[in-house]
């Protein structure tokens, strides 16, 4: 028995290291990622248009500092908008009057949601709803229009017998 200690301790203690090491990766990409939520966050919820390219785990931002994630989303049947939960830091008191606003780091950039502090003396508290919101905007429309330069007008004077971009003759303007 003690032969085969001896034989195979070396291997028995790479072994024992790589689970050591990938516990701790494991922790340290929970920890990085906002993975696990704690159970003392403030919970308020945000009313958006639109929450294209959010989902549950998305990063919460002050000044490009994460400050919370989205811990879940529901669409609100009275007024047709998504009821975004967000799980804010405990430690930091948002003003009660804070916007939040749906955006990305870029054109090929995730999305986050950016918390913007107001003025108020009173914190938010858990829920509270956030209700000065911006919906995220479709960026493949934006480009389509810019490509397709339908945001320009479009109509050419009548006078030379133009035509505006949806066939029609165009009339001149009084």
């Given at each position: 028995?003690?032969?085969?200690?001896?034989?195979?301790?070396?291997?028995?203690?790479?072994?024992?290291?790589?689970?050591?090491?990938?516990?701790?990766?494991?922790?340290?990409?929970?920890?990085?990622?906002?993975?696990?939520?704690?159970?003392?966050?403030?919970?308020?919820?945000?009313?958006?248009?639109?929450?294209?390219?959010?989902?549950?785990?998305?990063?919460?931002?002050?000044?490009?500092?994460?400050?919370?994630?989205?811990?879940?989303?529901?669409?609100?049947?009275?007024?047709?908008?998504?009821?975004?939960?967000?799980?804010?830091?405990?430690?930091?008191?948002?003003?009660?009057?804070s916007?939040?606003?749906?955006?990305?780091?870029?054109?090929?950039?995730?999305?986050?949601?950016?918390?913007?502090?107001?003025?108020s003396?009173?914190?938010?508290?858990?829920?509270?709803?956030?209700?000065?919101?911006?919906?995220?905007?479709?960026?493949?429309?934006?480009?389509?229009?810019?490509?397709?330069?339908?945001?320009?007008?479009?109509?050419?004077?009548?006078?030379?017998?133009?035509?505006?971009?949806?066939?029609t003759?165009?009339?001149?303007?009084?």
């Amino acid at each position: 028995m003690k032969s085969l200690i001896r034989e195979n301790g070396a291997e028995a203690l790479v072994g024992l290291l790589v689970v050591l090491l990938a516990a701790w990766f494991v922790l340290f990409a929970l920890q990085r990622t906002g993975g696990r939520t704690s159970g003392d966050a403030v919970h308020v919820t945000a009313l958006f248009p639109n929450a294209v390219g959010v989902s549950a785990g998305t990063d919460v931002r002050v000044a490009g500092v994460k400050v919370g994630s989205v811990s879940g989303q529901k669409l609100d049947p009275q007024s047709f908008q998504v009821a975004m939960t967000l799980a804010l830091d405990p430690a930091i008191k948002f003003p009660s009057d804070s916007s939040a606003a749906i955006t990305s780091e870029g054109l090929l950039g995730g999305t986050y949601v950016a918390l913007v502090p107001g003025g108020s003396e009173t914190p938010l508290k858990s829920g509270d709803t956030i209700i000065d919101t911006q919906g995220s905007l479709d960026m493949m429309g934006l480009i389509g229009q810019f490509i397709n330069k339908s945001g320009s007008g479009g109509s050419t004077d009548s006078s030379t017998g133009g035509t505006s971009p949806d066939g029609t003759a165009a009339t001149p303007a009084p």
